[in-house]
């Protein structure tokens, strides 16, 4: 069977880290793929793809999620997850992408932080993305935590700005619970990772 995954878990807990170390993601080789910050031309065709991957419905449904009030990032949130879907797209089969589809889906939900699990499950049923595996990473607690101070200083980025006050916290983790039940509901295969790269159950 051809391997078509993505990585999933919290800011800090270790993804580009398994990716980039090779944890074991079947027998086969695969690519493994990692985005790159800010935009650029690829980007940007990606999203014409994803909108003409999705029907219009489906982007009526994503931008009734955000709040004009708090005005451009949730709205550019959005077209991060359709950039992901016009991406998967074209990527090629036997491949393992870190910020993909479901993690946009997890970023636009932890900052909106206004959902309910029915809206969650029927958009991952409306959106076009072809994936077979999700490979869940997680770490402790405490050691997330300290992973993103870490950052801090080098790197204020989404990840230290996640552990930046308990409610943010309660979001981000309250809005992935969501997400993994979602996901079972579309019976995708899931495989829990810790950050040492062991597989466990």
């Not at 995954?5 to 580009?16: A, F, H, I, M």
């Not at 999620?65 to 005005?71: D, M, Q, T």
């Not at 072809?130 to 200083?153: A, D, F, P």
Request: aromatic share 8%.
């Amino acid at each position: 069977m051809s391997i078509c995954g993505e990585l999933l878990g919290l800011p800090g807990v270790g993804k580009s880290y398994v990716l980039s170390n090779n944890a074991n993601f079947g027998d086969k080789s695969v690519s493994k793929i990692v985005i790159n910050r800010g935009c650029n031309l690829k980007k940007v065709i990606n999203v014409f793809y994803g909108l003409v991957l999705i029907k219009f419905s489906t982007l009526i449904d994503l931008l009734k999620l955000v709040s004009l009030k708090k005005g451009f990032l949730q709205i550019k949130l959005v077209f991060v997850l359709i950039e992901r879907i016009g991406r998967k797209k074209r990527m090629i089969t036997d491949s393992v992408i870190d910020e993909g589809v479901l993690q946009a889906l997890w970023g636009l939900l932890w900052r909106i932080n206004e959902y309910d699990y029915s809206t969650v499950i029927s958009i991952l049923m409306k959106l076009k993305f072809e994936i077979n595996i999700v490979y869940y990473i997680r770490c402790g607690k405490k050691e997330n935590q300290k992973r993103l101070m870490n950052r801090k200083t080098d790197n204020p980025d989404i990840g230290y700005r996640f552990f930046s006050n308990e409610e943010s916290q309660k979001n981000g983790r309250n809005a992935m619970a969501c997400l993994l039940k979602a996901i079972r509901q579309l019976d995708l295969t899931i495989i829990f990772i810790d950050s040492s790269l062991h597989l466990v159950k």
